[in-house]
């Protein structure tokens, strides 16, 4: 035993991470803020790169990288970068792309606070257009020549309608337009947009990849180019920096992330039979319920289907909407998505019927998440709120 090391030093030492001799089965959490350099030399040639050193975590972390080496190989891309939250990465995103004087297009029924942040780029000289199409085709006829990023969700949030991502990057490579979706509810198993020409994916890890309701974290995914310029223009300046913890509880939920998905693809499938049998339940939202077009882009783009979707209800009846939301037993309120429990979100809160009509949703406009309770149960669940708010069918 050394003696008169005074108990301060003992105190901030810190075991180097070469002297153990240890393999754990579940990754280390590097939760450190700063790290060490052996020399002059090499604290030099880390500040000059800060993307490819540990420097500090602000820029990179062990736990985070390997996340971000995980979602990269998850989304076929070259290069992750992770946030603290999904618009976290959405921010970081457009804030590097875009300069005064461009248009952002945003084509149907985006994420609400990504279409918020696009219109208050106003303030810096950025345009933004949020357009509803009918068919892809039609995106050509809202791009501007200072368009300059195309940016949508396939399928979209609320109404859950697939565009063909192959017609949008031949619209924009010849334009040199910038190719940004959303990948959220394919979980980054159904869906690989960067393999049919799309230069960027957005994720939020709070929904799927997260998987438990226990983490708010984001992602952009990419080439090494321009994940590497978002690294400099939006991740190190914006400071979205996801915290080594929730990167490590990232990686736990993308542990059984496969499992999952593949579990809800075909509970989905059972529930939507049921719900597209039932009277009182007027209008389904969700690519298994679309038409023929929808199925094809499906068949085309999709290896299996997310479990987010919404449903209109038959009467335009508030009181009912009430007494249905109410009476469900299994199936809970809230915001957000992609853990264990099924959800309800009701569009109509209150105040926003204007804003229901602009979008074309009735005031019994719901989005649901189906989660990973027993699907029959969630039917169940689901008939007997129904039969309480709008009585039973014979
Ligand atoms: C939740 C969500 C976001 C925002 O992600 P946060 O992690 O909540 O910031 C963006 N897009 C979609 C489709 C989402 O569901």
Redesign the pocket.
Known sequence: MEKNIPAENICCEVEKTSEKNYTPMSPEIVQTSSFYFDNYEDFMSASEDEKNHYVYTRGTNPTTESLEKKIAQLEQGEKCKVFS????A?SATLFSLLSQGDHILMVNTV?G??VSLANDLARFGITADRVDVATTDEVAHHIKPETKIIYF?SPS?QKFELLDLEKIVKLSKSKGIYTVI?G??AGSVFQKPLSHGIDLV?L????YIGGHSDI???AVVGTNQLVDLIFEKGHQSLGAVNSPFNSWLAIRGIRTLPVRMNHLSNAIKTVLDAFSLDPRIAKIYHPYCGNSEQKKLAEKYLTGYGS?FAIDLVDEDFDKLKIFVNALEIVSIGV??GGFESLVLPAYKGNNLENLKNRGLPVSHIRVYLGLEEPTSIIEDFSQALDTAYGKIN
């Open positions: 939250s999904g618009m976290g959405i994420y606070e990504a969700e949030s959303d959220t509810w957005v939020s890890l709070s929904k708010v974290g984001g987010l957000s998505w």
